[in-house]
Nanobody, 126 residues
């Protein structure tokens, strides 16, 4: 069992930055694939960034070069640093865990992640 709690969302102007955190509890004795997803109003949930148990990362094209995913194993926390935000980044952001896999699997879909946080709202104004 894994429990995930996000924090750090909020409202920011275009060009600004936010850092999201995802506190992990439960199965924290090993590393596994984790991901950030987002869902904007009227749109499907999409993968934003993911990190394997090894630490290798993958980003959606829309955030490549602007967002950075990282994890602090000592603090059992996953992060998403978001820079150069634009209104298209407005969404509910959720962290997700796939404890069954050390390496992240393809396809990169929400269905592959059995554990989810409650989500945190990010609003970017122009």
């Amino acid at each position: 069992q894994v429990q995930l709690v996000e924090s750090g969302g909020g409202a920011v102007q275009a060009g600004g930055s936010l850092r999201l955190s995802c506190a992990v509890s439960g199965d924290t004795s090993r590393s596994y694939c984790m991901s950030w997803f987002r869902q904007a109003p009227g749109k499907e949930r999409e993968g934003v960034a993911r990190i394997s148990g090894y630490g290798s990362t993958t980003y959606a094209d829309s955030v490549q070069g602007r967002f950075t995913i990282s994890k602090d194993n000592a603090k059992n926390t996953l992060y998403l640093q978001m820079n150069s935000l634009n209104p298209e980044d407005t969404a509910i952001y959720s962290c997700a865990a796939d404890p069954a896999h050390y390496w992240c699997q393809l396809p990169w879909t929400a269905a592959r992640f059995p554990y989810w946080g409650q989500g945190t709202q990010v609003t970017v104004s122009s």
